[in-house]
């Protein structure tokens, strides 16, 4: 009972409030890059507490979805995501080295490419080029990652339990 | 037929040794390029065991240089939500496999055939399902577009490299009466792990195919009933990402800045604003991820 009312109680609790943690930390600097409003929940339909103008400075608490919670001035808020600009991270590394990372197919980095590599990106830490180079293969360590696999039964039980209904959404415009 | 021609072509460009000789199957396929140019073209469609037998070298060459993330937990749960999203779409038979690597930096890859991979450092990052759905199904676009045979085979010595040993094992095939199945993906496989060796995660994708695979993305997590603008989140988070934190060290590329595609992906975004009250899945995601 006690052990029940502790898992159904106080660890969601517990997570709500490491989250709160983890959402205080993030007190990011932003701008808008557009005139937008600030929202008073993160829902299109919200009140508007205050229109923001364009390059307004505010601070990112935390996001959901499509909105992002943030401070301006007195007024805590949503505003859409999309409306936000974030102070260059990439290029403030521009002086950083090529050589020695990997690149992600994931995908970030700046728009500049430099003419002596075609590398970039995310470095993973303790990885180099040679590291691939003289990378064995792995077909264990292959077959433990397949051994992990789902099939499209246990994915759609997995998908029911937490209410995903699949719906008939098609591709946008040039894909198939 | 084609293949065997081709084969045929490689047999008279190169001594009869160096075609047995797998491991320099790359060095093989450069000089193939040069003098046997037609190789490449006439080896262009991969068959979807193809394509898996050539992912699964990359795969395990993959994992021979950065090793899986031990929580196993984690590794079954990131399956689900990316098999569920891949049966969503036209590729949903393919043997989907999906792999946490344990590293903090952030990062995710596709390989040919249906397998990705997202690093610990991604993940943990994240804060619901939808947003892991995004990354998976961006990832899935990739697969599903066929992004990386284009980027290997649009590179002459990685596209002879895999074509040649296609080439040359197809030609086996033909001699044996089109028995061994076994040989060719032998072949791709090992043709797979050269070209992890050569870099081939050092090289990043055309930035119209990231920006494609974005498009497609928000359409899968849709499809699988997620919130689209979980993967919204995602690049918002990755726009804030600070270029010393954890390792990660940010620089230059050739790919779209998480801004320029937020500002491309913006576009796409109003068709999808009708599910954009779809779950996000919040719960489940923080309890397999963050309580540890």
Known sequence: MIAAMLTRFVVPLLLACLSLIGDAAAQEPAFTNRATELKERPAADARTLSPLAGE????????????????????RGWVRAFHLRFPSTVESSSGGG????????????SKEAPKTSKVATLGIRGLTPEDFKNASPDPAALRKMQSYRADKAS????????????VAVAYAGNNP | MRAVLAAAALALALPAHAQLDIGRILDLGRKAVEIAPKVQEATKEYSPEEEVALGEGIASGFLGAIRLHPDERLQRYVNRVGRWLASQTERADLPWTFGVIDTDTINAFAMPG???????????????ESELAGVLAHEI??????HQLAAIQSDAGWGAAADGAKAVAA????RRGGGDVLGLKTRLANAGVDLVKDGLFLRPLDRSMEYEADRIGVVVAARGGYDPYGFVAVLTMLAQ?????SGASITFSTHPSPADRLAELE??????EQYARQPQVEGRFRQTVGAR
């Not at chain 1, 601070?59 to 007024?75: D, I, N, Y």
């Not at chain 1, 090529?98 to 980095?109: A, C, K, L």
């Not at chain 2, 576009?267 to 999808?272: D, G």
């Open chain 1, 56 to 75: 307004t400075a505010v601070k990112v608490l935390s996001r959901q979805g499509a909105w992002t919670q943030v401070e301006a001035g007195p007024q």
């Open chain 1, 98 to 109: 090529v050589g020695g990372s990997i690149t992600s197919i994931f995908g970030f980095g």
């Open chain 1, 155 to 166: 994915a759609e039980r997995f998908a029911k339990e937490a209410k995903l209904a699949p």
């Open chain 2, 114 to 128: 249906g397998t990705v991979v997202v690093s610990h450092g991604l993940v943990k990052r994240l804060t619901s």
């Open chain 2, 141 to 146: 676009g990739h697969v599903l577009k066929k």
């Open chain 2, 171 to 174: 030609d086996q095939i033909g």
């Open chain 2, 241 to 245: 990402v600070k270029p010393d934190e």
């Open chain 2, 267 to 272: 576009k796409a975004m109003p068709a999808l």
